[in-house]
């Protein structure tokens, strides 16, 4: 079904019993929403000091593997699980949390307000645009000034859920791309990468003409300049909040709970929005621990949604939250 507005948290407990949770639980995988999980985590402190919530941000593959190995309580992910990940089928629920624009950001002194078209940015990513002039990137920018300077690709070296998406944007969204859609990608040789999100930023703010794809958070972090994209609707927009907000609605949800906002219609939507998960286990050997996976994910679902946006983060529609309250309570009953 199609996902209505999006809205904050509400009094709704989700489920919970009242009576907190002592213990400790770990979680792992994607560094997509780590400034978010990090934020709720401290948060979460505060209201229940007796469950301590760890959160290792290494990756949406390595967090998958883990939490097939069972190295993990819960998992964060921001693409689905596929054959050999780690899960078994059945064995795990999707339970979305928030979600965020990946950011095409850029490192050019001198030009800003870059508008860059679908095929274009799918040429750059994989090396048939080599030069910042070239004249694909002049056509949608005529008031720039662009320099002969070669481009260099900064791209994620580990196996990661911000890869699938943007790579899935470009296969679904182009003509022009050819690599695939995966968590790894296998890159033009000239490129550069670094682990995680931070890794990807870092490389841009150090190599002038440097284009790389990061999370809001991580660019808004470090001051990155962002390119406007063209959606769906062929406008040029910005990777903001509002603008993932309004790719969120357009979404369709299927019945495990997962749903694509990439390239979504509506001529304010940012057409590389990207969900994030947490997988939760369908059976936990440790009641306690289920509890307090239970107790921290209803959080995330409820008060933690009001700190989203001030770590740069959408909120989950109110239909899409619910429904993922709903199925954390029927999951962990």
Do not use: H
Request: net charge negative; proline share 5%.
């Amino acid at each position: 079904m199609s996902m209505a507005a999006c809205g904050g948290s509400s009094d709704d407990e989700g489920g919970a019993d009242g009576e907190m949770v002592s213990g400790e639980i770990t979680g792992s995988g994607a560094s997509f929403p780590d400034a978010y999980y990090a934020a709720a985590i401290e948060a979460y402190a505060e209201v229940n000091p007796d469950l301590v919530v760890t959160y290792s941000a290494d990756g949406s593959s390595a967090g998958k593997e883990a939490f097939g190995q069972n190295l993990n309580d819960f998992a964060g992910t921001d693409s689905l699980v596929g054959d050999g990940d780690g899960p078994e089928p059945g064995s795990f629920q999707y339970i979305p949390t928030v979600a965020a624009p990946i950011t095409i950001s850029y490192n050019l002194p001198g030009v800003e307000g870059l508008q860059i078209d679908q095929e274009t940015l799918a040429n750059i990513f994989q090396g048939t645009i080599t030069n910042w002039n070239d004249p694909a990137i002049a056509a949608t920018n005529a008031d720039a000034t662009l320099p002969d300077l070669p481009i260099t690709i900064a791209r994620r070296s580990d196996g990661s859920g911000t890869t699938k998406n943007f790579s899935t944007f470009l296969d679904e969204a182009t003509d022009a791309w050819t690599l695939g859609a995966s968590d790894e990608i296998e890159w033009p040789a000239s490129s550069v990468g670094g682990e995680k999100n931070t890794g990807v930023a870092t490389i841009i703010t150090q190599t002038e003409g440097a284009i790389g794809y990061v999370d809001l958070a991580d660019a808004s972090e470090l001051g990155l300049v962002t390119a406007s994209i063209e959606n769906a609707d062929g406008q040029f927009v910005q990777p903001t909040l509002d603008a993932a907000t309004a790719a969120l609605a357009g979404a369709e949800v299927a019945d495990d709970l997962s749903y694509n906002p990439l390239d979504a219609a509506g001529a304010e939507a940012y057409p590389i929005t990207a969900p994030t998960y947490i997988l939760i286990r369908t059976e936990y050997d440790d009641e306690n621990v289920a509890a307090g996976v239970k107790e921290f994910v209803n959080y995330l679902l409820t008060d933690g949604q009001d700190i989203a946006a001030e770590n740069n983060y959408a909120a989950l529609p109110d239909e899409l939250r619910q429904q993922a309250i709903d199925a954390l309570n029927e999951t962990i009953a």
